[in-house]
């Protein structure tokens, strides 16, 4: 029996075939517990002679079992680390890479284009006063045009509660309508008797939503302050930039007289297009497209700014940075911009 069993045991080529063995032989019906059974009916001569016998199959039965057992446990490890070798010498797959937005992108591109031109890059709050936006622009509480920037203002009283439409509470808050207010803020900062050359690329909000529009959205102001400055400096500097931005020679210009409260005279500055494709491209004059607000600093403008206006003069212009991109990269709806989907940014070729 004992060499029956052992043989068993060796020839189980399974845990489970080893378990099968072992109910076989040790289990309620075994065979070793059949005999182990026999004990209770004989005499204590034939016991002391048959126990340690049957014991002893039991004990090197149970032993081969667990020696079994630890081999065919070793036997799996060693074949489930064969199987799961790695080749560290594969190439890993790729993971998705990040990539810049076209806004970032075209912040970039200004900046560097502008330092070209010896303009540093300024900043301001996007939650601003009431002063900084509107009142130290030239547009004081019963101005027109106050209404007409669609203006988010925050919790704050806004107006004099006795006089509403005369006095404003300069120090209420709004959100930004334009990146205007950073004029303000680069003159005070200047300290009202140095030369100024700075681009303030930033978030601007207006309460407004469509195809074009879209409540956040992104301008680049720029301000030059100095003595002898003329709308000749302006025109050239917006060429230069539309040229080096849009990488073509062939850049038309028109301005186009307007009106801004913070600039006198002020200008709208038209860029020639053409079609390609049904497709309208910058350059060339098949037609004109509106792309930024400019002018002379006006008078009081330089004034809230701490600036003598008999002394310095100015320009100043205003750019759509998201309106720039889609002109750029041949984007036609503003709105996909901020919906944060990757599959339009890679189809712009924003995405790796
Ligand atoms: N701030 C104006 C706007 O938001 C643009 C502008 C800036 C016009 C500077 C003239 C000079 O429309």
């Known amino acids: 029996l004992t060499s ?47 126990g340690p016998l049957i014991q002893g199959v039991r004990e090197s039965v149970t032993t081969a079992i667990a020696a079994k057992k630890d081999a065919l446990d070793r036997a799996e490890l060693d074949a ?11 190439p890993a797959a790729a993971a998705p890479v990040g990539s810049i937005h076209p806004v970032s992108q075209v912040m970039d591109e200004l900046a560097e284009i502008f330092a070209d031109l010896g303009f540093a890059v300024a900043t301001g709050p996007e939650i601003e006063t009431q002063w900084y936006n509107f009142t130290a622009l030239n547009m004081p509480a019963t101005h027109p045009a106050r209404a007409m920037h669609d203006t988010f203002y925050l919790q704050t009283p806004t107006h004099d509660t006795r006089h509403p439409h005369l006095r404003v509470v300069e120090e209420a808050r709004v959100l930004r309508t334009h ?30 939503s469509d195809a074009t529009h879209t409540p956040m959205f992104h301008q680049v102001e720029g301000l030059v302050i100095d003595k002898g400055i003329t709308l000749g400096h302006l025109k050239w500097t917006l060429e230069t930039f539309l ?8 850049i038309v210009l028109r301005l186009r007289p307007s009106y801004f409260p913070f600039t006198e005279p002020s200008a709208e500055v038209d860029v020639g297009f053409s079609i390609v494709n049904g497709k309208r491209v910058i350059g060339g004059s098949e037609g004109w497209m509106e792309v930024l607000g400019s002018g002379m600093v006006h008078r009081v403008v330089l004034e809230s700014g701490g600036y003598d ?23 036609d709806d503003l709105r996909a911009f901020f ?10 070729g924003f995405s790796a």
């Open 4 to 50: 029956d069993l052992l043989g068993a045991v060796d020839a189980a080529a399974t845990l489970d075939a080893l378990d099968a063995v072992r109910v076989t032989a040790l289990g309620k019906q075994g065979s070793i517990t059949a005999l182990l059974k026999t004990l209770g009916g004989m005499s204590p001569e034939e016991r002391q002679v048959q």
């Open 80 to 90: 489930k680390l064969a199987r799961e070798t790695l080749d560290m010498s594969l």
């Open 179 to 208: 990146t205007s207010p950073v004029q303000i803020r680069a003159m005070q900062a200047a300290g009202g008797d140095k030369p100024i050359r700075i681009i303030a690329p930033g978030r601007t909000y207006r309460s407004d």
């Open 243 to 250: 040229k080096a931005f849009f990488e073509r020679d062939d």
């Open 309 to 331: 206006p008999n002394e310095w003069q100015g320009f100043a212009f205003g750019c759509g940075i998201d309106r720039l991109a889609m002109l750029k990269y041949g984007m």
């Open 339 to 348: 919906d944060g989907d990757a599959r339009w940014l890679k189809h712009y």
